[in-house]
């Protein structure tokens, strides 16, 4: 993945904030099997559970408190601090920061969406916002922690993602391969959770378990979504140069990482299709690959499809 040098990043939609970190935050959820940040299996549970909890909520009038409920420690009413990403002001900066590439991911996804959406959908788009964090972070969707992983809230329409989840999670717990196209991957299958939401997919969801489950259709789509973007920004745009088949080969292994099937056998588990809320490994790539293939929303209406 490389960025056109001289393109100008816009920051607006992307902040940070909510680091309530280190010393024992007001909010921990307490993991089953451990202690440590992300610890084993109830990491993992947790950040499937969550996933699930925030995008049923839809229209969101009341929102969940994981935890006993205080919010003592962070203030949604700040405004987030954006100075993590003040220096990211062109494609240079994203070739040589990680924290401006995700701004220049950030902005290719607008840029694509807002194309693509009244384009084929005859739907508005509005964008989605952006907010990395550590430790604990207030959300429209009450609070969530670093465990959570990545994850788009419905009512307040923001894509959250503690950073940390990518080597520790991703690549470490579920042994992923790792590479610099695997967080697009992800930032691009949550932005296709917003779209989702202004299409107003998410209440079609009834069924949250499951193979054949309204939850794992909702989240194939996201990956075919996913790969509508990717193909997209392939063949280069005003910000990205293009992609190489690396960056290909990366965002299908993380889809094929993140699969439920793979997540229960790391977990130790058995593998059991009746818990599936994504997908499994195979579907996940596949998806992402219908959505690289087509293009196209129609191709990846997973609610109509007889196979998934
Ligand atoms: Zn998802």
């Not at 451990?34 to 299996?41: F, K």
């Not at 391969?177 to 989702?196: K, M, N, R, S």
Request: aromatic share 8%; proline share 5%; glycine share 16%.
């Amino acid at each position: 993945m490389r960025f056109n040098p001289k393109a100008r990043l816009d920051t607006s939609r992307v902040g940070d904030g909510g680091g309530g970190g280190g010393g024992g935050g007001p909010m921990r959820i307490p993991l089953p099997g451990g202690t440590r940040a992300g610890g084993g299996i109830g990491g993992l549970i947790i950040i499937i559970l969550f996933i699930i909890l925030t995008q049923c909520m839809g229209g969101g009038g009341s929102t969940p408190t994981p935890d006993g409920g205080t919010s003592s420690g962070t203030d949604t009413s700040r405004m987030d601090d954006t100075e993590r990403y003040a220096n990211c002001q062109t494609g240079a900066d994203a070739n040589t920061d990680e924290d401006c590439a995700r701004v220049g991911v950030e902005n290719s996804l607008v840029a694509y969406w807002e194309k693509a959406l009244p384009e084929q959908a005859n739907a508005q788009f509005n964008p989605a916002s952006m907010k990395t964090f550590s430790g604990a972070v207030q959300t429209g969707c009450g609070q969530a922690s670093s465990q959570v992983g990545p994850f788009y809230c419905p009512p307040d329409q923001k894509i959250y993602l503690d950073t940390t989840f990518f080597d520790d999670v991703l690549e470490g717990q579920l042994g992923g391969q790792g590479g610099d196209f695997v967080e697009p991957y992800v930032l691009a299958h949550e932005y296709g959770h917003h779209i989702q939401n202004l299409l107003g997919t998410m209440g079609q969801v009834r069924t949250q378990k499951g193979p054949e489950s309204d939850a794992v259709r909702l989240e194939l789509q996201a990956d075919c979504y996913a790969g509508m973007w990717t193909k997209d920004a392939s063949d280069g745009d005003s910000l990205l140069e293009g992609l190489d088949e690396g960056d290909i080969n990366e965002a299908v292994d993380s889809a094929k990482t993140v699969g439920d099937d793979r997540i229960q056998q790391k977990s130790g588990q058995g593998v059991d299709p009746e818990g599936w809320t994504h997908g499994s490994s195979e579907q996940r790539m596949a998806w992402f690959m219908k959505g690289y293939t087509d293009g196209t929303l129609e191709a990846c209406d997973t609610f109509s499809a007889s196979e998934l």
